[in-house]
């Protein structure tokens, strides 16, 4: 047994209450993974989510989360399968799960069974959470048979995991932090810049799942670290200069934020205590050759999440260089 939160309950019985539902039997959904230029990490509200900066994402096109949600007539409880396994009940990562569909579950009673498959894997920093709860989301509201407008999805979905809110998009992505406490301005919203040349390489270095997850990570960061209010700062200085860097489509400018903004956070999380370090020596080598690259004049820079694995961002014409030194590299056109 857990213990039933109650604020993200009252602020979705907010959000959905005065809806008439009219559920479907089953319902599948989609929601790209979206990585973080200038990331999210730390809370003003740990039980809603509320982010302490803005954040502002990529999302990735057709690579993503595709989930589907059928009733389970009878069933005393939920079923969640990832990548066709089955996820145990005693797990975290069920208890989020369930305690998402408790947010719709007074709209129309009942279990359901839940099937995730992922593009990316599961839990390495990859992303995979935010597009996970995003395609929940959409999923139980769709069985439920509710219509949500897209900032009514992105506040729902923040209340399953806070980079989620940024997944109901595609494109460039803004998450305002807000300010109110009940979280009601704490949602994304999409950008209108466009950038079809833009490229992400996914070097996934180990699809083994991280021992500290970054909702543990973000909160001993938090609490710990004495960089972590110099990290909020460069937040907003990073955030200005991303959108002036998108408006004119600089793709230097841009991509130096990107990756001094990756940098900075790990360089909070390792000041914590205990620290905490995601990367493994292939992240450091990976790195090197990224900068070597730069030194040698191309335009490629790195970003890294709570794991140890590389995005990486680039341009359509850099493509063939960086596919040359990253065999490995998963290519992504977000704009396709
Ligand atoms: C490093 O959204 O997974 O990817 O809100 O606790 O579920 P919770 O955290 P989560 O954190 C994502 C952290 C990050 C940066 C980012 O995506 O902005």
Redesign the pocket.
């Known amino acids: 047994m857990w213990l039933l939160n109650l604020k993200p309950i009252e602020a979705a019985s907010r959000l959905l209450s005065g809806l008439s539902p009219d559920p479907v039997d089953c319902f599948e959904s989609f929601a790209p993974v979206?990585?973080?230029l200038?990331?999210?990490?730390g809370?003003r509200d740990?039980d809603l989510?509320l982010?302490v900066t803005d954040?502002l994402?990529i999302s990735l096109g057709e690579c993503g989360s595709r989930t589907r949600v059928c009733w389970l007539p009878d069933a005393s409880a939920d079923e969640v399968f990832i990548n066709g396994c089955q996820v145990e009940a005693d797990t975290d990562f069920y208890r989020?799960v369930v305690c998402h569909i408790d947010l719709f579950r007074f709209l129309v009673p009942g279990y359901l069974r839940v099937e995730t498959v992922n593009d990316v894997p599961t839990g390495a920093?990859l992303?995979s959470?935010?597009s996970g709860?995003a395609a929940l989301t959409r999923a139980v509201a769709g069985l439920m048979g509710v219509r949500l407008e897209p900032q009514v999805m992105s506040l729902l979905a923040?209340l399953?995991?806070?980079?989620?809110c940024?997944s109901i998009y595609s494109g460039f992505v803004r998450?305002r932090k807000g300010v109110r406490a009940d979280g009601m301005d704490s949602y994304a919203q999409p950008l209108s810049a466009h950038w079809p040349t833009l490229r992400v390489g996914l070097l996934t270095l180990t699809a083994e799942a991280k021992k500290t997850?970054?909702?543990q990570?973000?909160r001993r960061t938090q609490e710990t670290s004495v960089l972590y209010n110099s990290w909020a700062e460069q937040v907003g200085q990073d955030m200005e200069k991303l959108e002036r860097a998108l408006a004119v489509q600089d793709f230097d400018g841009l991509g130096q934020v990107v990756e001094h903004n990756a940098m900075s956070?790990h360089a909070t999380m390792l000041s914590s205590w205990p620290p905490l370090l995601y990367w493994l020596p292939d992240s450091v080598k990976a790195l090197q050759r990224v900068w070597e690259l730069r030194e040698e004049g191309a335009s490629v820079y790195a970003t890294m999440?709570?794991g140890p694995n590389i995005k990486l961002l680039f341009e359509s014409q850099t493509e063939p260089l960086v596919r040359d030194c990253f065999p490995d590299l998963q290519v992504i056109e977000p704009f396709a």
């Open positions: 979206n990585i973080a200038c990331k999210y990490w809370k740990r989510n982010p954040s994402s989020r920093g992303a959470s935010a709860f923040r399953g995991s806070g980079s989620a940024r998450w997850g970054s909702r990570g973000m956070m999440d709570a």
